[in-house]
């Protein structure tokens, strides 16, 4: 049984490199087999199939980085969560410099898979963006915004050497902070405030009366559209 999963592992592990050194090329099986030193019986009693072990490989790095993602402590401000979710993504990039375009700029159907999977777990944190009245345009547009911009700045500081506190990231972040909700993590401005009460005006209009609400509404309207 060992010998059958240190087997198993040397053809996940394989894949990974392989991968890694050519994203853009699909390993064949004979590849596989012979960078990870086994026969071409070992990978399809473990996978199944040449796809079945690059499915495998995937999500197994996509697991971990959803754990690592889900790790990520909640503040309750959303700007901030969204904020620190970039910065962890950005790392996580950066400490799987081999799996990483794969994951997330690859044309292979497997990959295509789970850039699909990361691009459903963000829209859900920007609907919640969205519900809340900080999000400045529709969730299905700021989606791909928010994976082209962080793959971009991940691919960019892999190439250049840099880390995640390097001023690409943190102006990347910030730009698309801006673009997103008309500010920055740790910067609330009067727009953002007024489009977040916007959202709760309801929840106080028994307690202002209905005048008064809509009064209210006009001013947190001219307030909340001051950035444009």
Not at 86 to 92: E, G, K, L, N, Q
Not at 93 to 105: H, R, V, W
Request: negative net charge; contains cysteine.
């Amino acid at each position: 049984m060992k010998t059958d999963e240190t087997a198993r592992r040397r053809l996940l592990d394989a894949a990974a490199a392989l991968l890694g050194e050519a994203p853009a090329h699909e390993p064949t099986a004979r590849e596989l087999c012979a960078r990870a030193g086994v026969t071409a019986p070992s990978l399809y009693h473990h996978f199944g199939d040449k796809d079945g072990l690059l499915t495998a490989v995937l999500e197994e790095a996509f697991a971990a980085y959803l754990d690592r993602k889900h790790a990520v402590p909640r503040t309750g401000d959303l700007v901030e969560d969204f904020a620190a979710g970039w910065d962890m993504h950005v790392r996580f990039g950066l400490a799987n410099p081999l799996l990483y375009p794969s994951l997330f700029a690859s044309s292979h159907p497997q990959g295509v898979r789970v850039a699909r999977r990361a691009a459903e777990e963000l829209a859900v944190e920007l609907g919640e963006m969205e519900r809340v009245g900080l999000l400045r345009i529709a969730v299905d547009d700021a989606v791909p915004l928010t994976l082209a911009a962080s793959t971009g700045c991940v691919l960019q500081l892999l190439r250049d050497g840099g880390d995640a506190d390097s001023p690409v990231s943190v102006l990347m972040r910030d730009a698309l902070l801006r673009q997103l909700c008309g500010t920055t993590a740790g910067r609330v401005g009067p727009d953002e405030a007024a489009r977040a009460l916007l959202a709760h005006l309801p929840d106080v209009e028994a307690t202002l009366g209905r005048e008064e609400a809509a009064l209210f509404r006009v001013w947190l309207t001219r307030l909340g559209s001051d950035a444009d």
